[in-house]
């Protein structure tokens, strides 16, 4: 079975943080996305890895090669949706038997083994992997038979469902269903090109996880799934220090906060509820309460920086700033002057 990872999208919902990098290439924990997916595909022993690029495509590129030597990575010229690389991998490369198409930014433990099984027992055309939401109005919502096949598929509903099982960006195709792909090169989405088609002349069946799966499309859904991932992995202190990271005296640090490597905090910080990314410089006295702060970031003494706050790869914050609760500051910035109205963007 061949294995395709769609690894192109813009990531805008995710701003200021994918500025400067692609979402496949954040952290849960001190892993990045894609790592976590390539992991759960290389168990099923596929044939080939394919990895699908656009937008950054170059740091994708340069973090496969340094720590994946079985990917074959696709360049798309032009956006292609998330049908649209199936094709020109198929033309590129040809697609023999049954392959599966993952969404480059998801976070999940599924078994691919497990759902391959199950496609194969079915012997349907396409085999989609469900979730259970709790608001199904951000997702494409199945229905499903008593047997398993997906009778309805609504995307983002606007009004109440029977279902709550949400399309977990995950499917294994049987090779005929290629026919339903858009032409080599053309732009093509699963959602509204490929799977109504599927859906009214063939059998396509849902495969309902009951695995962690997080979309970490917004904000929001990455902090939840980080913290997700350290319930899981690191029950015991709620925390993750990672590498050469120095913590200074009188420093409290967590419950559910992630330091990442070479990251200096001086004394009397407190950090919790955050994500604390490679390089960050954090002064005495600092006070870090359920943000996400990005990649070599300084902040000054006795800054205060409150719930839900995102800030951007190198900006400066100065001593004594307050930064109040939503506030997205761009990267590269120098914050000089405190930020009192909550929601503020500075790009």
Do not use: C
């Amino acid at each position: 079975m061949d294995a395709i990872v769609l690894a192109g999208g813009y990531a805008t919902r995710l701003r200021p943080l994918t500025y400067t990098r692609p979402k496949p290439l954040l952290p849960i924990l001190n892993k990045a996305v894609i790592d976590w997916i390539l992991e759960s595909i290389i168990k099923s022993n596929p044939s080939r890895i394919f990895v699908s690029i656009r937008y950054m495509g170059d740091k994708i590129e340069r973090h496969l090669n340094s720590k994946w030597n079985n990917t074959s990575i696709i360049i798309e010229d032009k956006p292609l949706g998330d049908a649209g690389p199936v094709s020109l991998i198929n033309k590129l490369h040809g697609i023999d038997g049954d392959f599966t198409v993952v969404n480059g930014d998801i976070f999940t433990t599924i078994d691919i083994n497990d759902m391959l099984k199950y496609h194969r027992e079915k012997a349907g055309l396409a085999t989609i992997a469900l979730t259970p939401v709790s608001d199904p109005r951000h997702y494409g919502i199945a229905e499903l038979d008593d047997k398993g096949k997906i009778i309805n598929f609504i995307e983002k509903p606007t009004t109440a469902q029977r279902s709550n099982l949400a399309n977990a960006g995950i499917y294994i195709f049987s090779e005929e269903a290629l026919r339903y792909f858009p032409e080599p090169g053309n732009q093509g989405k699963l959602a509204t090109d490929v799977l109504p088609r599927m859906l009214h002349e063939s059998d396509v069946y849902g495969y309902v996880l009951h695995d962690y799966w997080f979309d970490i499309g917004t904000l929001d859904t990455y902090m939840e799934a980080n913290f997700k991932a350290l319930e899981r992995f690191r029950p015991n202190d709620l925390r993750l220090i990672d590498d050469n990271v120095e913590i200074g005296e009188g420093s409290e640090i967590g419950p559910y906060t992630i330091v990442l490597k070479n990251t200096k905090i001086g004394r009397n910080v407190n950090i919790s509820n955050s994500i604390i990314m490679d390089g960050v410089r954090v002064e005495a006295g600092a006070h870090i309460d359920g943000a996400v702060i990005g990649q070599d970031v300084s902040i000054g003494k006795w800054v205060r920086i409150e719930r839900g706050v995102t800030i951007g790869d190198g900006t400066y914050i100065k001593d004594h700033v307050f930064i109040n609760r939503n506030v997205k500051i761009g990267p590269f910035r120098e914050v000089n002057q405190s930020i009192y109205n909550e929601g503020d963007i500075l790009l």
